[in-house]
C-alpha cells in the first residue's frame, strides 16, 4: 500500500535551518505530484509546497518570502523541504501528500490522497 513517511523535524533557533524528507513505498513515485503542508495548534492545514512529478514546477505559499525550497529524487523516492531563516511562527506538524491522478500541481489538501503521518517542527525565538 501508499506509505509517506516524513523525517527531519525538530526543535530549532529562529534564524535556523532544518531539511524534512519523506520517503514514499509501495507506488511509482514518480508518478505523484507531491506537497507539503504544516498544520499549527489549533489552526487549519495549511499548503506550504508542491512540486510536479518531474520536479521541474514548484509552488509555494506566498508567506514564506523565499525561505522554503521544495525538492525531490525519484531515485531514492524521496520528497525535501529545505527550511531556512526559521521564524516561530513555522512551528507546525510538517505532512507530505502525494497524488498520482494529475500532472498539475496543487495547493489544495483535498487533491491529494495519500499523507504521512506528519513530522514536529518548533522554532524557538
Known amino acids: 500500500q501508499v506509505q509517506l513517511v516524513e523525517s527531519g523535524g525538530g526543535l530549532v533557533q529562529a534564524g535556523g535551518s532544518l531539511r524534512l524528507s519523506c520517503v514514499g513505498s509501495g507506488f511509482t513515485f514518480s508518478s505523484y505530484r507531491m506537497a507539503w503542508f504544516r498544520q499549527a495548534p489549533g489552526k487549519e492545514r495549511e499548503f506550504v509546497a508542491s512540486i510536479s512529478r518531474g520536479g521541474g514546477t514548484s509552488s509555494y505559499t506566498d508567506s514564506l518570502e523565499g525561505r522554503f525550497t521544495i525538492s525531490r529524487d525519484n531515485t531514492a523516492n524521496t520528497v525535501y523541504l529545505q527550511m531556512n531563516s526559521l521564524k516561530p511562527e513555522d512551528t507546525a506538524v510538517y505532512y507530505c501528500?502525494?497524488?498520482?491522478?494529475?500532472?498539475?500541481?496543487?495547493?489544495?489538501?483535498?487533491?491529494?490522497?495519500?499523507w504521512g503521518q506528519g513530522t514536529q517542527v518548533t522554532v524557538s525565538s
Open positions: 501528500a502525494g497524488d498520482p491522478t494529475s500532472t498539475s500541481i496543487s495547493r489544495h489538501p483535498t487533491n491529494y490522497g495519500s
